[in-house]
Nanobody, 125 residues
Framework: QVQLVESGGGSVQAGGSLRLSCAAS????????LTWFRQAPGKEREAVAG????????TYGDSVKGRFTISQDNAKNTLYLQMNSLKPEDTAMYYC??????????????????WGQGTQVTVSS
């Protein structure tokens, strides 16, 4: 089974930056999509950014476009999320998710079959 481990979360002031990492292990060759989700207390899980691993084509949620960048390092089996110009509303638990199957909607959480444990991001004003 694919295993995902996130790191890089922390506390930062508004306007600051953080880089999240997601290390994948297991049959990583089978992964087709890698996506970052986030969930704030009392809110639904939100898709932040996704990447199709076979082509590196990426897509973003509207709330982070122009501020966040998703990337992958295939040699290290690691997914990254560079977060710039952070806002207090970016505060959430951030999860890495992957799927080994084909999906219809990248932003739908139930399309993914493997999840990490999450890393907390807190942005203060």
């Amino acid at each position: 089974q694919v295993q995902l481990v996130e790191s890089g979360g922390g506390s930062v002031q508004a306007g600051g930056s953080l880089r999240l990492s997601c290390a994948a292990s297991g049959p990583t060759y089978s992964i087709k999509w890698l996506t970052w989700f986030r969930q704030a207390p009392g809110k639904e899980r939100e898709a932040v950014a996704g990447i199709y691993t076979r082509s590196s084509i990426s897509t973003y949620g509207d709330s982070v476009k122009g501020r966040f960048t998703i990337s992958q390092d295939n040699a290290k089996n690691t997914l990254y999320l560079q977060m710039n110009s952070l806002k207090p509303e970016d505060t959430a638990m951030y999860y890495c998710a992957s799927t080994t199957g084909y999906i219809t909607t990248w932003s739908r959480a139930n399309e993914y079959n493997y999840w990490g444990q999450g890393t907390q991001v807190t942005v203060s004003s």
